[in-house]
């Protein structure tokens, strides 16, 4: 089992549409959780944390289920600008372990 | 507010040749710091890590090194590169062991 697997999509909304991602990671003994996003030929730039109860900004809800070793991302009211690839991350001893990310496309 | 730089944004080289890559930070002391590759159509490779001036942690082993002369300068190398050595390489700082800031990016190409 990889140590973070994500669907790799892509994921092709319409503007204005709810799309959730879903990760699922392997280690138990991680630590913290983030979604990064990136732009095609762009670094990865941290989006949000992951906390045990849910944490919301804006449009953007994550979610975080340590029984079941998985984290979510929903994103509500889709813009063109969310178009990007989704990279789930876990903290595992200090180290970032990077899933492959998931593609979104949002189209008009 | 930090800042991290790379250079240089893109680069050529022939197989064989040499190859330096710089990383810089501004606004911070004492970051840890990270060089990745990331292949085409492949997730995030963690290649080193650095805690402190002079001390390297390597993750893979390969003909890349990496030098960490000053407390805010990271600097990728190889003394021959390989056509496997093309790719995407980012530089990370983090001020703890958490969340880590990518710079730009340096966007490799070995013919």
């Known amino acids: 089992r990889k140590e973070v697997e994500q669907d790799p999509g892509p994921f092709n909304v319409p503007e204005g549409a709810t799309v959730a991602f879903n990760c699922t990671y392997s280690?138990?003994?991680?630590?913290?959780f983030f979604w990064y996003r990136q732009d095609c030929r762009k670094e990865p730039k941290l989006l949000m944390s992951v906390y045990s109860s849910g944490n919301e900004d804006g449009r953007f809800t994550a979610q975080l289920n340590r029984a079941s070793q998985y984290i979510s991302l929903l994103i509500r009211d889709s813009k063109l600008s969310d178009s990007a690839t989704y990279l789930c991350v876990v903290n595992t001893r200090g180290n970032l372990i990077f899933g492959k990310g998931t593609k979104l496309s949002v189209k008009p | 507010s930090q800042t991290i730089h790379q250079w240089p944004a893109t680069l050529v080289q022939p197989v064989g040749s040499p190859l330096s890559l710089e990383c810089t930070v501004e606004g911070t002391s004492n970051p840890n710091l990270y060089w990745y590759r990331q292949a085409a159509g492949r997730g995030l490779q963690l290649l080193f890590y650095s805690v402190g001036i002079g001390q390297i942690s390597s993750e893979v082993p390969q003909n890349l090194s990496a030098s960490r002369p000053q407390d805010r300068q990271f600097i990728l190398s190889s003394k021959k590169l390989l056509l496997s050595d093309s790719g995407f390489y980012l530089c990370?700082?983090?001020?703890?062991?958490?969340?880590?800031?990518f710079g730009p990016g340096t966007r490799l190409t070995v013919l």
């Open positions: 280690n138990s003994a991680s630590q913290s």
């Open positions: 990370a700082w983090s001020p703890g062991r958490d969340t880590q800031y």
